[in-house]
Structures are given as C-alpha cells and as structure tokens.
C-alpha cells in the first residue's frame, strides 16, 4: 500500500509542482501552489462534482427530509423506509459523498505533506528523469509573504475560507425541539463542531508550518466554493431549487 501511494500518488504530485516551478520561473512559489493546486482540482472534478452535488441537493431537501422524519418519529423501522423511499426518488445517493471523499483521502494527504516539506530543499531522487529542478525559486508571494515561513495572516486566511466553505454547503439547521432526540443532538453537534472546531484547527496547524499549506487550503476552499455555486445554478435550471 505504501509503494501505491508513494510511486502513483506522492511523487507524480511532487514532480508535478518542481515541473511549474521549472516551466515558469518568472512566477513565484505562492503563484506556483495556487495553479498546482487550481490544475489538481481541475483533474479531480468529476469526481468532487459528484459529490458536491449531493451535498448541494441533500441541503435543498433538508425540509422535506426533516418532515418525514417527524412523521414516522415513533416508529424507526417505518422511518428509515420512507427516507430510503424519499432518496430513490430523488436520485439521491446519501453515501456517495462519503465514498468519494475516501477516493481523494490519499490525495488530499500526499498534497498536504508535499506542502508541509515546503520547497528547499528540493528532493532530486524524487525527480523523473525528464523533470529538471529549478536553480532557485522566489518563494516571497506577490512580494509579501514568505511561504515558506510560517504566517500568521494566511493561517486566518485559510481558516477563515474554510469557515465560510462549511458555512456555504452544510444544511441549515432545523429549529432546536423541546425534547430533541440523541441523534437530533449528535447530528447538531456534529455540524457546530465541524463548522466553528473545523477551522480553528487549521488555523493553529497554519499558523505553526510554511504558509504554503495555509495558501493551498485557501485555494482549494475557494475553488470548492465556485463548485458549490455552479452546481447550485445546475440544480437551479434543472428546477430542483428550494
């Protein structure tokens, strides 16, 4: 399993981001990270897209989904039918997004270490024999930051995108019941946690490496965030808006 991982995954990513800073050396390291990380998303859409738009459908049908479980809240059998009945119906795969989201795990961990490494010095025996390592590379974003210093602003920055990505795309929460079930509370909880905890920790896991892993989170919320929004105006059109 690690061989998989480190001679398909890791190292095709890592030759592929000295290949820009080679290929372009006019751009600095900042510029470099958010076109890498802009063409990896590109390359991974149809299978986010998948995803997202289940999120996105799941957060339209929320109300439906939420009367039919108080409907059937005295009889779970019967519940948990008529929400399989509701998804068939609506052509909605509720694992999906999970199942995706395992596909991109190995992905989403070697960017993160490749990130995490920074860029000096340069791994040689990582290269293929075709991909020649830059002399140097300004690793000094648009002539301000340093990413491969640690920074503060851009470990808000990255939180604060990830906040508002959690924001954009988690259903709205249904008002609190007098007497709320166990899974009514642990699913609220879930959501408050991942949408306030979720981005304090990375804002302390960016604010204590190189700011090239904050610049890649950030670039990579914002472009989940167009996704969100595209597909959104999809489902629009294809009158599937709230």
Known sequence: MSYIYTHFIYDPLYNGLVFLSGALPFLDAGIIIIIFTVIVKLILFPISKKAVRTQAMMKLVEPELNAIKEKYKDDKQGQALQVMKFYKEKQINPFSSIFLLFIQLPIIFALYRIFYNGFSPIHLDLLYSFIHAPESINTLFLGLIDVASKSWFMALLAAASQFFQIQLSSPKLPPRK??????????????????????????????????????????SNFFTIGQELVVRRQLAKEGLKK
């Open 178 to 219: 007098e007497k709320p079930s166990f899974s009514d509370d642990f699913a609220r909880n879930m959501q408050v946690q991942m949408k306030y905890i979720l981005p304090v920790m990375i804002f302390f896991i960016s604010a204590h490496i190189a700011s090239a892993l904050a610049l890649y989170w950030t670039t």
